[in-house]
């Protein structure tokens, strides 16, 4: 099982739309969660950080659920340049801290106008 | 400029060469990284590093090296490219921040890396 799992997609949903991706990690001891967007073979960029009582920048809504080990990420009123793609990165580490997180392959998202 | 920067962004070398990357960061983060990614595998951790000095192999490590004299410099060497090697290079760093465990990482542009 992979560390950290998403549906590849592609999601194709008209400009407008409501759309929900899902992620979901293997180790119970991870502690911090992030969404990264890439557009187009672009570095990542920090889309925002997923904290344990949910949280909304925007248009954008993370929210966590340790129980289910899964991460979400709501996008409203999708635009055409939410077009990219939207990976998911957990934290493994417990007690210690190498630095290092672990990206899910992403979930392409392409909105049509 | 403040941030991170990689260089070249392009390069294409032949089988056999040795290449460099260079990683080059002002924020003087305590952690730097190096990625690959490919279709259908997303990034792939080569190596990172703690702080100066101090480094470790990540998920892909065979046939790269890396050093870190500098906090702001981490470069990438392909001792004897191969065409496997035929990829986008990411750089990152992140900072320690002692009893946090938020820790994002923030990326260079890439390398475009062609081996013929």
């Known amino acids: 099982r992979k560390e950290v799992e998403q549906d590849p997609g592609p999601f194709n949903v008209p400009e407008g739309a409501t759309v929900a991706f899902n992620c979901t990690y293997s180790n119970s001891a991870s502690q911090s969660f992030f969404w990264y967007r890439q557009d187009c073979r672009k570095e990542p960029k920090l889309l925002m950080s997923?904290?344990?009582s949910g949280n909304e920048d925007g248009r954008f809504t993370a929210q966590l659920n340790r129980a289910s080990q899964y991460i979400s990420l709501l996008i409203r009123d999708s635009k055409l340049s939410d077009s990219a793609t939207y990976l998911c990165?957990?934290?493994?580490?417990?007690?210690?801290?190498?630095?290092?997180?672990?990206f899910g392959q992403g979930t392409t998202l392409q909105v049509k106008p | 400029d403040a941030g991170i920067t990689q260089s070249p962004r392009y390069k294409i070398t032949e089988t056999g060469r040795q290449v460099t990357l260079m990683c080059h960061q002002t924020?003087?983060?305590?952690?730097m990284f190096w990625y690959r990614q490919d279709l259908g595998h997303g990034l792939r951790l080569i190596y990172y590093?703690?702080?100066?000095?101090?480094?470790d192999k990540g998920e892909v490590p065979d046939g790269y090296v890396v050093s870190r004299s500098k906090t702001e410099n981490f470069p990438l060497t392909l001792e004897s490219a191969t065409r496997s090697q035929t990829s986008v290079y990411f750089c990152?760093?992140?900072?320690?921040?002692?009893?946090?465990?938020?820790?994002?990482?923030?990326f260079g542009p890439g390398t475009r890396l062609t081996v013929l």
């Open positions: 924020w003087s983060h305590s952690y």
């Open positions: 990165v957990v934290n493994p580490e417990g007690s210690s801290n190498t630095g290092k997180l672990i």
């Open positions: 990152a760093s992140s900072d320690f921040l002692a009893g946090v465990s938020y820790n994002e990482q923030f």
């Open positions: 997923v904290y344990s």
């Open positions: 590093s703690a702080a100066a000095d101090i480094t």
